[in-house]
C-alpha cells in the first residue's frame, strides 16, 4: 500500500473571514471525488447547511459535519476517526476540513502529526493549513493591536486570531476590494510581523484556485512551529483543552430557535444598533411579510446582511409538497401545524455578552403570523 496518497487540507480563519465562501468555490472547481468536513462551534452545523441550500451541486462529494465543540480538542478523537473512516473510501481522492472559527490550527495540525506517527499505512497526509484572514477587519479593528506590546481590551480574541496567523503555511487575504493598496499593504507589513514564512495569496470573495492549495510543498509542523517563538510556547503550555476554545479566549455561542416570524422593519432596526459584544452571527431567518424564502443572516464585526435563498418546502405547491412528503416521509418529522418548516435558527458568537438580553432583543423582533 503506497503513502501519502490523499492530501488533506485545512481551512482556519476567524469569525466571518470567508472561510465556507472559499469552501464553495473550491468546491465548484473540485473534479474528483473528495470528502468535506466542516466543523462549526454552534450545536447546529450552520456552516454545512449553507453549502447543501445554496444550489452548489457536488456530485462526487461526501459531506461529514461535526458540531457542538471543535476539532481542535473537544472532538479531536471523533475528527480523527472520521479521517480514518474516510481514508479507507479508496474512492476519496482528498479531504478538505473546514475548521470552526475559533479552533487552533496548531492542535489541529499536532492531532495529524499524531495520527501519522501511529498509523504507519495511513493514506493520507497533512498538506496545507490554510488561514483565511478578512483583510478589511483587520485593517479596521485589529492592525494596531496586532503589532503592539500592550495588553488591550480584546487580547483574548487577538491571542486567537494571532494564533491561526502563526500557524499556517498558506495565508488567504479575503476581502481585498474593500481596502486601498496602501491600506491593503499595511496589512500585509503587520501580517508578516507575526508570520515570515507563509505564502500570501489575494482574493475576492472567496476567489481562489484549488491547484493553489493542493500543488504546493507539503505541510511541515516542525518548520511551522519554528516560525513563531509565540506559539512555540503555546504548545508547550498545559491547559485544560475543553476550554481551549471557549473560556480562554472568552468566547461563547447558543442557538436561537424560533417558529414564528420577524418582523422585517423591527428586525432591521435591531441590525442598525446591533450589539457590539456579537462576534459572529449565522443563521436561517423569516419574515412575517414573506411566507416564501428563506432568508440567510450574517454578521461579522461592523458588517452585516440579509440574503434571499430558496424557498420553504412548505411553500411549494400542494401537487410537489404532496410529492415530497410521499418520497421523504422524514420531513414531517419536524413540521409545525402552522408554519410547516419555516423556523429562524440563528447561531450567536461573542464574547462578554448576556444571553438573556440578546433573547429578549430577538423576542421583541418576533410577531404572530395569521
Not at 36 to 41: P, Q, T
Not at 126 to 150: C, G
Request: with cysteine; glycine share 6%; net charge negative.
Amino acid at each position: 500500500m503506497s503513502k501519502r496518497e490523499v492530501p488533506i487540507v485545512v481551512i482556519t480563519g476567524y469569525l466571518g473571514s470567508g472561510k465556507t465562501t472559499l469552501m464553495q468555490n473550491i468546491l465548484k472547481q473540485e473534479k474528483r471525488k473528495i470528502a468535506l468536513i466542516v466543523n462549526d462551534m454552534g450545536s447546529i452545523n450552520i456552516d454545512a447547511s449553507i453549502l447543501n441550500k445554496t444550489g452548489n451541486q457536488v456530485a462526487q462529494l461526501e459531506m461529514v459535519e461535526m458540531q457542538n465543540g471543535c476539532i481542535c480538542c473537544t472532538l479531536r478523537d471523533e475528527f480523527m476517526a472520521e479521517i480514518e473512516r474516510l481514508l479507507n473510501d479508496r474512492s476519496i481522492e482528498a479531504i478538505f476540513v473546514e475548521a470552526s472559527g475559533i479552533s487552533e490550527p496548531s492542535s489541529i495540525a499536532g492531532a495529524f502529526l499524531n495520527y501519522e506517527a501511529m498509523s504507519e499505512n495511513t493514506r493520507g497526509y497533512l498538506k496545507t493549513v490554510v488561514s483565511v484572514v478578512d483583510v478589511d477587519r483587520i485593517y479596521r479593528e485589529f492592525l494596531h493591536t496586532l503589532t503592539a506590546e500592550e495588553d488591550t481590551e480584546d487580547g483574548d480574541v487577538i491571542n486567537l486570531i494571532i494564533d491561526q496567523i502563526e500557524f499556517c503555511n498558506m495565508m488567504i487575504l479575503n476581502k481585498t476590494d474593500l481596502l486601498t493598496q496602501e491600506q491593503l499593504d499595511e496589512v500585509k507589513t503587520g501580517l508578516r510581523s507575526l508570520q515570515q514564512e507563509a505564502e500570501m495569496i489575494e482574493c475576492v470573495n472567496g476567489q481562489v484556485d484549488l491547484d493553489v492549495l493542493l500543488n504546493r510543498e507539503d505541510f511541515d509542523f516542525d518548520e511551522v512551529e519554528a516560525y513563531s517563538a509565540v506559539q512555540r510556547a503555546l504548545n508547550n503550555c498545559e491547559h485544560d483543552d475543553e476550554k481551549a476554545c471557549v473560556d480562554e479566549y472568552g468566547i461563547s455561542s447558543f442557538v436561537f430557535e424560533e417558529r414564528k416570524p420577524f418582523n422585517r422593519e423591527a428586525f432591521n432596526k435591531l441590525i442598525e444598533e446591533y450589539p457590539e459584544a456579537l462576534i459572529r452571527t449565522k443563521g436561517y431567518i423569516w419574515f412575517s411579510d414573506d411566507w416564501k424564502h428563506i432568508q440567510l443572516f450574517e454578521q461579522a464585526g461592523r458588517n452585516a446582511s440579509i440574503t434571499e435563498l430558496t424557498e420553504w418546502v412548505s411553500a411549494w405547491p400542494d401537487e410537489e409538497l404532496d410529492k415530497v412528503v410521499s418520497d421523504f416521509p422524514d420531513i414531517k418529522d419536524d413540521w409545525d401545524e402552522t408554519y410547516g418548516d419555516r423556523c429562524n435558527q440563528v447561531v450567536f458568537i461573542g464574547k462578554g455578552y448576556e444571553k438573556s438580553e440578546i433573547v429578549r432583543l430577538l423576542y421583541e423582533c418576533i410577531e404572530e403570523a395569521g
